[in-house]
């Protein structure tokens, strides 16, 4: 089976932009969680989507939003980029059940200037 | 409320030592405890976890964790170390008393492997 995929890897973008980060799961995962990862916060839970709802949202602002496709296909957003967003970006799927685990992408890394 | 704590930000250990790695955790109800390990630009991996069960789970590339319910535990393990196995790993958790299968990270600690 492919893995969890993630496009771009890299993005570069200004201050004040938005960026689109796309993710797509591991076939017949329908659980997709984002996580935002950076030097001094670490590992941070942004939201997770099953079936196309979102059932749980980390604590972040409501710049940061995302979706889930009938596919299970996910796209997290973020606009008016701030300095602070500069963060490696992880997507995770995983089978329903409480003890399974989540397979990571490689991620995106994402520089605000 | 679950989390998860790494009290060692660094371990050291020379090639073919013990390597321990420490994880406690807190949670309202059932554990599921998880560990991962991420290289260099790189996304996580799963090496193992408990569910239920055995207390001594073991996991991928030799690495096993003890589950210690009393001192809420879930420790990493191997019993020789390889340079190869310097990176950087997170503990996290999930208990099935929040909605959702989202888990909570430790802070992550760097373990280096010297020749």
């Known amino acids: 089976k492919a893995g969890v995929t993630q496009t771009p890897r890299y993005l570069i973008k200004t201050r004040g932009q938005q960026v689109t980060l796309s993710c797509s799961p591991i076939?017949?995962?329908?659980?997709v969680s984002w996580y935002q990862q950076t030097p001094g916060q670490g590992l941070q839970f942004l939201f997770e989507y099953f079936s196309e709802t979102q059932r749980n949202k980390g604590n972040f602002p409501g710049r940061f939003s995302g979706r889930q496709f009938s596919n299970s296909r996910s796209e997290m957003n973020v606009s008016t980029l701030e300095l602070g967003d500069s963060a490696l970006y992880l997507c995770a799927s995983s089978l329903e059940g409480w003890g399974n685990e989540q397979f990571f992408g490689p991620g995106t890394r994402l520089t605000v200037l | 409320a679950q989390s998860v704590a790494q009290p060692e930000d660094q371990v050291n250990v020379a090639e073919g030592n013990p390597l321990t790695v420490k994880c406690t955790y807190s949670v309202s109800g059932n554990p599921y405890l998880f560990w991962y390990v991420q290289y260099p630009n790189r996304g996580l991996q799963f090496l193992l976890k408990y569910i239920t069960g055995d207390n001594l789970v073991k996991g991928s590339y030799g690495f096993e964790a003890e589950f210690n319910k009393s001192q809420t535990s879930f420790h990493l393990k191997k019993p020789s170390a390889l340079v190869s196995d310097s990176a950087l790993y997170f503990c996290a958790v999930r208990d099935n008393s929040n909605s959702g299968y989202a888990l909570n990270f430790g802070k992550g600690t760097s373990l280096l492997v010297t020749p």
């Open positions: 076939s017949g995962h329908r659980s």
